[in-house]
């Protein structure tokens, strides 16, 4: 790494305190659309303990938790599960409300903690944030849902709806989770969005997205950038720092 991309480095690391100080960090959760069921593509049948998973899809949220064929489902939360019925009543429940669960199975008679969630787990793995992707539209061909959606992202921007933008663009990453530049028009939509967070008087739904964004460009910087892509970076990050001034003087202006 050269000194001047150490300095940058540097400074990725500075904001991220200044951010951990300023309030209690939690991640940011993106959703593109109205949650679905944390159990889509799971088929159960009935136990005598529990219910008994008999297939689970493979492309599925559940599956990526590693629920599995023959797990025997006993608790959901601190919600018990004795019937098919209770886990019908309990799993639609959670549709379009619940982002992440509990789930305790029995596996060959031990039982097992699984944690289940909605979001993209390339994105979660590769760039640290909670995304819900479009359960509604989903493509075969990872090249088809990169242009869809790239696109989407373009017009949601061009008409200034940047929250739509945003949720659009990290729906394309969803797709081609390691191309470095969808990534930075998703920090840049990130960077847009905590600005108008903050201008509405967001305070803290604004410091988030700055984390985010911020730690985004900190995994940016573990990858090979071209010379465009790495001046495009410490332009992000400059917003950085001006949008942790503002965030300051807010904390600071003494209450009316």
């Known amino acids: 790494m050269s000194r001047r991309s150490g300095q940058w480095r540097a400074t990725i690391g500075i904001c991220l305190l200044l951010l951990s100080a300023i309030c209690c960090l939690r991640p ?3 959703s593109a659309a109205p949650l679905p069921s944390l159990f889509r593509g799971v ?3 009935d136990s005598p303990l529990g219910v008994r998973v008999i297939s689970v899809d493979e492309r599925s949220q559940a599956r990526m938790a590693d629920l599995r064929p023959e797990d025997i489902i006993v608790r959901i939360n601190d919600m018990s599960i004795r019937s098919i019925d209770e886990f019908a009543v309990i799993s639609q429940g959670f549709k379009g409300k619940m982002e992440k669960a509990t789930v305790t199975v029995l596996r060959d008679g031990d039982p097992r903690e699984l944690a289940m969630h909605l979001y993209s787990y390339p994105i979660l793995k590769q760039w640290g944030v909670e995304f819900i992707p479009d359960d509604q539209i989903r493509f075969a061909d990872a090249n088809a849902g990169v242009a ?3 696109n989407m992202a373009r017009g949601f921007r061009e008409a200034g709806k940047f929250s739509d933008a945003l949720s659009a663009q990290l ?8 191309d470095a530049q969808l990534a930075l028009a998703a920090s840049s939509l990130l960077w847009q969005v905590a600005q108008d967070d903050l201008d509405a008087g967001r305070l803290q739904s604004g410091v988030l997205r700055i984390e985010q964004a911020t730690q985004m460009l900190n995994k940016l910087f573990e990858r090979p950038l071209s010379v465009e892509q790495l001046t495009e970076v410490k332009n992000q990050l400059r917003r950085a720092l001006t949008a942790l001034q503002q965030v300051k003087r807010s904390i600071s202006k003494p209450a009316t």
């Open 43 to 45: 088929v159960v049948a």
């Open 171 to 178: 729906n394309a990453l969803h797709y081609d989770v390691t």
């Open 148 to 150: 869809y959606w790239t």
């Open 28 to 30: 940011v959760t993106v």
